[in-house]
Nanobody, 115 residues
Framework: QVQLVESGGGLVQPGGSLRLSCAVS????????VDWYRRAPGKERKLVAL???????GYADSVKGRFTISKDNAKNTVYLQMNSLGPEDTAVYYCHYSSKVGNYWGQGTQVTVSS
């Protein structure tokens, strides 16, 4: 009932920046959370950042001070601004939506940080 489409991934040099977008459509509840997860090569999927419908945010220690999660309610879009990127940030990034009616995942977008 909820569809998530990530975009904005790509190749960036170390120290560079990238902004990911998660477009949300369907039956959006009044109370929800949208999270960004990432799965690095050979590693388990881990939470990166989250934002609630009320605007509360949270970050993994590994990205604090470098990443910013935000949302535009008019566009039904959640963003992840990523600055000071390093090779350790290379991963497939996934958008995740949760509410009382269900949980949904996007298809993922590849972020590669390399010279």
């Amino acid at each position: 009932q909820v569809q998530l489409v990530e975009s904005g991934g790509g190749l960036v040099q170390p120290g560079g920046s990238l902004r990911l977008s998660c477009a949300v459509s369907g039956s959006i509840d009044s109370a929800y959370a949208v999270d960004w997860y990432r799965r690095a090569p050979g590693k388990e999927r881990k939470l990166v950042a989250l934002i609630s419908s009320t605007g509360n945010t949270g970050y993994a220690d590994s990205v604090k001070g470098r990443f910013t999660i935000s949302k535009d309610n008019a566009k039904n879009t959640v963003y992840l601004q990523m600055n000071s990127l390093g090779p350790e940030d290379t991963a497939v990034y996934y958008c995740h939506y949760s509410s009382k009616v269900g949980n949904y995942w996007g298809q993922g977008t590849q972020v590669t940080v390399s010279s």
